[in-house]
């Protein structure tokens, strides 16, 4: 079964099922046990023993991500329990005056922090969360903002921790700086950059179609009801903790603020920028999991120091309030801890999907032409199928590299461009990848609602891209392939746009004949 069409299935069986059933837990472990009884020849035994091998294995690989989970939580409930989340709602209510200004405002945080798309889903959720409630904007259209603006952000942003995976994912010995050919790829990532033109275009215009326009519908009247059962539920946690809200907008600034400066301050310090090596080779050499971990900490201790002398918070409060942190992360980390062990049976230690997608790229002697728009589809495919954008690009750029090192130039470039705009659009469209677990968890939205209604947001982006990669290929000039791309996206809204208004304007007249 090994490099073999068999080693899709279990992630399409996994996806399928979530799809259909909603239950995500359940049709992820049915994907891994049907993973493991293709690897173990159907023996039922072996087979269990293999999926609990590799989810210890994945899980403790993955150990320092869970850990920052654990600590965020911990940050954002301090924050809620403080009062300081409230206190931030109020003052944005004031400062926000418009539905649109809410989802402009979240966009722009998603924007700002770039440093970590783990990091950007979770912050953004939970600083924002209040504020589009406020304006009844519902949980999906918020996850999708916040997923809109992680990964795409990220992976254009030269400092990040994307940056560094792509970079590292050059095969040794090659004579390609991988940070220049990442900077190079920049104004190539049409899925990254349309993708947020997108968010712009739709906020602008104030409309949503498909499954998000009847979500956007259907969560309007009970996000009231919703808001007033936060706050009774916060009253009840008040009662809990046994003292008063006292916290101030600072109150939340300030760990946030703390939490970027001390993440950027860790993945430079363990990039080795103290050890005389540069800015941006000490990004592109730090430990990012480790260091989102000490800045989490740093932040903890920060938040202590800041809430526990001016009695925003008694000793008690904060420490009973750390426990229910962890618990509110724990959804999350299931669904991770099954995703990294599908992704765990799929790897080249088990079923080797990416060598059997591997091989099949170099048994098919393209036309360097048509490379750009067929490695996109191979690695939405692939990213989509494994829920894993950097596993993706780490399996497909040295296959790239191979192939063109020898003459490299615009085919080069516009081909590794391709592959990280696929496999960021197929970890946006897939039910098992860790950024779109979070982006819902952020938002604290249904994780299958907010896959299907973010679905033919980005696949209509994709469609762009996919037109403007076959350009791009064949006039041999990635900025032709951009412009297209950007008028392929601007007529489809505007068609759309224009079809949901001549939609509302029949309904209004129905129900006036009606009335």
């Known amino acids: 079964m090994i490099q073999t069409a068999w080693a899709l299935l279990p992630p399409i069986i996994a996806i399928v099922l979530a799809l259909i059933t909603k239950e995500v837990y359940v049709s992820l472990f049915i994907g891994i046990l049907t993973g493991a009884l293709l690897f173990t020849g159907f023996q039922i035994v072996p087979a269990l023993e293999t999926t609990f091998t590799v989810m210890a294995d994945r899980v403790y690989s993955n150990l320092n991500i869970v850990v920052f989970l654990v600590l965020l939580g911990m940050i954002v409930a301090l924050m809620n329990h403080s009062g300081a989340s409230r206190a931030y709602g109020e003052w944005a209510s004031k400062s926000i005056r418009s539905k649109r200004g809410a989802l402009y405002s979240t966009m722009a945080l998603g924007v700002l922090i770039f440093v970590d798309d783990y990091f950007n889903c979770l912050t953004v959720g939970t600083v924002m969360r209040p504020v589009t ?302 950024t779109t677990i979070l982006a819902s968890t952020g938002a604290d939205c249904s994780h299958i609602v907010h896959v299907s209604t973010q679905m033919p947001y980005a696949l209509l982006v994709a469609a762009c891209c996919t037109g403007a990669y076959i350009l791009a290929g064949l006039v041999d000039n990635g900025w032709v392939g951009l412009a297209a791309a950007f008028a392929a996206l601007i007529i489809w809204l505007l068609v759309l746009y224009r079809r949901s208004r001549t939609d509302g304007s029949r309904q209004g007249r129905h129900y006036r004949w009606t009335a």
């Not at 201790?301 to 724990?330: C, E, N, W």
């Not at 589809?377 to 494994?386: C, D, K, N, Q, Y």
């Open 133 to 434: 409630d406020r304006y009844q904007i519902s949980r999906a259209k918020l996850a999708y903002i916040i997923d809109a603006t992680a990964a795409p952000v990220c992976i254009i942003a030269p400092i990040s921790s994307w940056a560094a995976a792509v970079g590292s994912s050059l095969p040794e010995g090659s004579s390609i700086d991988g940070f220049t050919l990442f900077l190079s790829t920049i104004p190539f990532n049409y899925y990254a950059l349309l993708t947020i033109a997108m968010v712009i275009i739709i906020v602008a215009l104030n409309f949503d179609f498909g499954p998000m326009k009847n979500a956007d519908k259907m969560e309007v009247s009970p996000a009231l009801k919703a808001e007033e059962a936060a706050e009774a539920e916060e009253e009840v946690v008040d009662r809990r903790l046994a003292g008063q809200k006292k916290g101030q907008v600072k109150d939340l600034l300030i760990p946030i603020l703390t939490l970027i400066g001390a993440c950027i301050f860790f993945m430079l310090q363990t990039g080795g920028i103290f050890e005389g090596v540069g800015v941006i080779d000490a990004f592109a050499g730090c430990d990012s999991a480790l260091s989102l971990v000490l800045g989490s900490v740093t932040t903890i201790l920060v938040t202590f120091l800041l809430y526990i002398p001016r009695g925003v918070m008694s000793a008690r409060q904060f420490a009973q309030a750390l426990p229910d942190g962890f618990k509110a992360m724990v959804p999350a980390i299931l669904i991770l801890t099954f995703a990294w062990t599908l992704s765990g049976v799929c790897s080249t230690d088990y079923l080797d999907a990416g060598g059997f997608v591997s091989q099949l790229v170099r048994d098919n002697e393209l036309a360097n032409t048509i490379l750009p728009p067929a490695f996109f589809l191979i690695a939405m495919g692939l990213a989509f199928a494994t829920g894993t954008s950097w596993g993706t690009f780490g399996i497909l750029i040295p296959i790239a590299i191979a192939v063109f090192e020898p003459t490299g130039g615009t085919i080069m470039t516009l081909t590794v461009a391709a592959i990280l705009a696929g496999a960021v659009c197929g970890d946006h469209i897939s039910p098992i990848s860790d």
